[in-house]
Each structure stands twice: as C-alpha cells, then as structure tokens.
T-cell receptor, first 112, second 115 residues
Framework: DAKTTQPNSMESNEEEPVHLPCNHS???????IHWYRQLPSQGPEYVIH???SNVNNRMASLAIAEDRKSSTLILHRATLRDAAVYYC?????????????FGKGTKLSVIP | EPEVTQTPSHQVTQMGQEVILRCVPI?????FYWYRQILGQKVEFLVS????????KSEIFDDQFSVERPDGSNFTLKIRSTKLEDSAMYFC?????????????FGSGTQLSVL
C-alpha cells in the first residue's frame, strides 16, 4: 500500500508563507492526495485534496509534483490559528483503503 | 457551515461498564465513521457505516464494539464492557459519499476515560 512521509515538525513565523512537504513515491494513478489538520483538542479538519493538478481553496493551496511522487501544502500567510498537526493522506485503491489512514503528520508551530 | 456534533464531550466510566457515544452527522450525509485517538498517538479508523450496515471495520473494532443508527439523525458507538485501554478520544465523522475524492467532516470528539 502506498504510504506518505512527512517531517515530524516545522516552525513558521506569523504572517509568513508555510510550505509543508509530503512524499508519496509509491502513489498509484488513481489515489487522491488529501490534507487534513488537527488543532489542539479538536477533531481532524479537511484542508484540501487533489489528484494531478494544483488546487486552491480559501484555506490553502496544494502543489502536486508532475510525477505525483510528492506534494506541498501551502499556507499563504500563517496565523496563530494555523498551529496544528497536518496530515497528508492518500485515498484510493493504491492506498489500500478508501478510509482515511492517519500517520503522525507534521506538527506546525507558528511563532508570533 | 454544517457540522457533526458529538455528545457527551467527556465521559467517565468504570471498567466493565457499557458506554454509548452519540453523534449527529451532517443531515444530507450518507456515510458515517468512528475514529479514535489514544493520548499522544495517531488517529485510528474504527468503522464505517452505510445504509444501516457496517461497510468496513478495523481490527480494533471487535465484538465489544457496535454501531447503530437508531433514528434518522443519530449515529451511536456502543462499547459493551469497557477496558482501561478503551480510554481515548472518539471522533465521529460523516461524508456524502465513500469515494476517493470525498471529504470527511469530523466532530469535536468525546473524551472517554475508563477508570
């Protein structure tokens, strides 16, 4: 089953852009790349997802490499409220399940 | 924005007792899920539910666990005889469909403490 690899932690200054990387070198052609985040003492929250093309929404942007073996979640201006654990998750046949399988994610700290 | 609501937010129980955790999914959603997160660990999938049947379950979801949609709005997780290791945050989620590009909406969770 395809897996993802993320750094354990990252830091960002408030109001600076943040690029959160994710490697998924064994992704299959029909797997979607999902990003969720979990604020302290909260349930996971959907951020964004994509298949091949870059995606933008009100929360973030998702940049997907041309070979799809990696992706980057971009928060354009980090705020203190963005301090959370960010999960990069594959969903689809190649991922082995349609369920969301959470890894350890990247803990983002935002410095005022 | 519509949200998934869970009650209670905290539940304390004695080992061996039955507990029922309640969830109200988003009204037009058809797929329902339970996840749990033991303190300091990953969020783990327990079970998915559609059309009044379990569609998928993990190894964690053994005979001590059951799920039910008793009416048109609630979705419940029952633990028949709680163990100390059942202490965790339990999250309910729902989605419109169960496909790869569908997003899940999670509730804020029920913190279960088994003494």
């Amino acid at each position: 089953d395809a897996k993802t690899t993320q750094p354990n932690s990252m830091e960002s200054n408030e109001e600076e852009p943040v690029h959160l990387p994710c490697n998924h070198s064994t992704i299959s052609g029909t797997d979607y790349i999902h990003w969720y985040r979990q604020l302290p003492s909260q349930g996971p929250e959907y951020v964004i997802h994509g298949l091949t093309s870059n995606v933008n929404n009100r929360m973030a942007s998702l940049a997907i490499a041309e070979d799809r073996k990696s992706s980057t979640l971009i928060l354009h201006r980090a705020t203190l409220r963005d301090a959370a654990v960010y999960y990069c998750i594959l969903r689809g046949p190649g991922a082995g399940s349609y369920q969301l399988t959470f890894g350890k994610g990247t803990k983002l700290s935002v410095i005022p | 924005e519509p949200e998934v609501t869970q009650t209670p937010s905290h539940q304390v129980t004695q080992m061996g007792q039955e507990v029922i955790l309640r969830c109200v999914p988003i009204s037009n959603h058809l797929y329902f899920y339970w996840y749990r997160q033991i303190l300091g660990q990953k969020v783990e999938f327990l079970v998915s539910f559609y059309n009044n049947e379990i569609s998928e379950k993990s190894e964690i979801f053994d005979d001590q666990f059951s799920v039910e949609r008793p009416d048109g709005s609630n979705f419940t997780l029952k633990i028949r005889s709680t163990k100390l290791e059942d202490s965790a945050m339990y999250f309910c989620a729902s989605s419109e469909a169960r496909i790869s590009n569908e997003k899940l909406f999670f509730g804020s969770g029920t913190q279960l403490s088994v003494l």
